[in-house]
C-alpha cells in the first residue's frame, strides 16, 4: 500500500522554524519526483517547492524562496521540509505529494502566530 504520511506541524512564532517529514511507503521515495505543497484558509492549493527525482534538483516558490528548504533521505525514504524565518502568511495546511498528482498524505496544520 501507498502511503505518504506528514508530520512536524505545530504552532510556532513569527521569526521561527518548523521541520515537516514527509514518510513514504509502498514504493521507494528516490524513484519519484515529491513536491510539497499548501492551502491557507479561503485559498487554492498552491505548490511551494519540489525535488526531482532523476537528478535530486529542487525547485521552490517565490514566496518561500531563501526561508525553506526541500531535501530527502534515501534511507529512510523520507523528504523534509525546513522551514526558517515563518511569517503568518505560511498558516496553512502543508501537504506532501507526488508530482504525478497520484498520492498525497494527509497534510499537517502549521500556524505561525504573531
Known amino acids: 500500500e501507498v502511503q505518504l504520511v506528514e508530520s512536524g506541524g505545530g504552532l510556532v512564532q513569527v521569526g521561527g522554524s518548523l521541520r515537516l517529514s514527509c514518510a513514504v511507503s509502498?514504493?521507494?521515495?528516490?524513484?519519484?519526483?515529491i513536491g510539497w505543497y499548501r492551502q491557507a484558509p479561503g485559498k487554492e492549493r498552491e505548490g511551494i517547492t519540489c525535488i526531482y527525482s532523476d537528478d535530486g534538483s529542487t525547485w521552490y516558490a517565490d514566496s518561500v524562496k531563501g526561508r525553506f528548504t526541500i531535501s530527502r533521505d534515501n534511507a529512510k525514504n523520507t523528504v523534509y521540509l525546513q522551514m526558517n524565518s515563518l511569517k503568518p502568511e505560511d498558516t496553512a495546511v502543508y501537504y506532501c505529494?507526488?508530482?504525478?498528482?497520484?498520492?498525497w498524505g494527509q497534510g499537517t496544520q502549521v500556524t505561525v502566530s504573531s
Open positions: 505529494a507526488t508530482l504525478t498528482g497520484a498520492y
Open positions: 509502498g514504493f521507494r521515495g528516490e524513484d519519484y519526483g
